[in-house]
């Protein structure tokens, strides 16, 4: 049996670099256990969401409020990102080519600012009309689900923007890859998480 049999899940670094696979093993599962109870807060808000669905006191539902053309600008451009990481994750792989790996995360990055900029004004747009998150049930666990999948998507941001400095510093050594391999699985972490929503929120309101 080779040494490079054991697989975790996510990218595998393997024979490119039998240092930091074998490091990685324990450390990627222990991130596994992390995502795992994120998931299960996430579950939580799902759950509160679609109890409070028709909780809107009178005032008005998603139909009325979101935007499909925003909608699909945001899960097209998260989506997007999670190719441009993957890409990130074969430079890092097999060319070890720090520039490349660097360009990749940059176009990340934008693609990330592109999203939180997009859901941001759409918030902005509905407290000006009135529908902020005291406006009823609805639209409180509306705010908690999608505000917390957006503050995780800006926690992502700033680590792509501490691993690019990191990669900059220290170059692709063992630790800086693994620690791209755990910022990867939380990057298509949040693009799961985002395809629930736009199925349970979005999708079932604008049918």
Same mark, same amino acid.
């Given at each position: 049996?080779? @040494?490079?049999?054991?697989? %975790?899940? &996510?990218?595998n670094?393997?024979a490119?670099?039998? @240092?930091? %696979?074998? !490091? !990685?093993? @324990? #450390? #990627?599962?222990?991130?596994?256990v992390?995502?795992?109870s994120?998931?299960?807060?996430?579950?939580l /808000?799902? +759950?509160?969401f679609?109890?409070?669905?028709?909780?809107?006191? &009178?005032?008005?539902?998603g139909?009325e409020?979101? *935007?499909?053309r925003? =909608? +699909?600008a945001?899960?097209? =451009?998260?989506?997007?990102?999670?190719?441009?990481?993957?890409? !990130?994750?074969? !430079?890092m792989?097999y060319r070890?080519?720090? &520039?490349?790996?660097?360009?990749?995360?940059? #176009?990340?990055?934008?693609?990330?600012?592109?999203?939180?900029?997009l @859901?941001? %004004?759409?918030?902005?747009?509905?407290?000006?009309?009135?529908?902020?998150? *005291?406006?009823?049930?609805?639209?409180?666990a509306?705010?908690a689900?999608? &505000?917390? $999948?957006?503050l995780h #998507?800006?926690?992502?941001?700033?680590?792509? =923007?501490?691993?690019? =400095?990191q990669t900059?510093?220290?170059?692709l050594?063992a *630790?800086?890859?693994?620690?791209? /391999?755990?910022?990867?699985?939380f990057? $298509?972490?949040?693009?799961i998480?985002?395809?629930?929503?736009?199925?349970?929120?979005?999708?079932?309101a604008?049918?």
């Open positions: 049996m080779s @040494e490079f049999s054991l697989k %975790h899940p &996510g990218i670094l393997g490119n670099d039998p @240092e930091a %696979h074998e !490091a !990685a093993e @324990e #450390v #990627v599962f222990g991130f596994w992390f995502l795992m994120d998931l299960i807060l996430f579950s /808000l799902f +759950a509160t679609v109890t409070m669905i028709d909780a809107t006191a &009178g005032g008005p539902g139909k409020l979101f *935007d499909p925003s =909608v +699909a945001e899960t097209g =451009v998260l989506l997007a990102s999670s190719f441009t990481f993957g890409m !990130a994750s074969i !430079a792989k070890s080519n720090r &520039g490349v790996l660097l360009l990749w995360l940059a #176009v990340t990055l934008l693609l990330g600012l592109t999203f939180l900029g @859901e941001l %004004h759409d918030f902005i747009s509905m407290i000006g009309k009135g529908a902020g998150p *005291d406006r009823s049930g609805f639209l409180s509306f705010f689900l999608v &505000g917390m $999948h957006g #998507v800006t926690a992502g941001s700033i680590w792509i =923007v501490v691993m690019m =400095v900059l510093v220290f170059g050594s *630790d800086v890859k693994i620690r791209i /391999l755990r910022l990867g699985l990057w $298509h972490f949040l693009d998480i985002w395809v629930g929503i736009f199925s349970v929120v979005y999708l079932r604008l049918a």
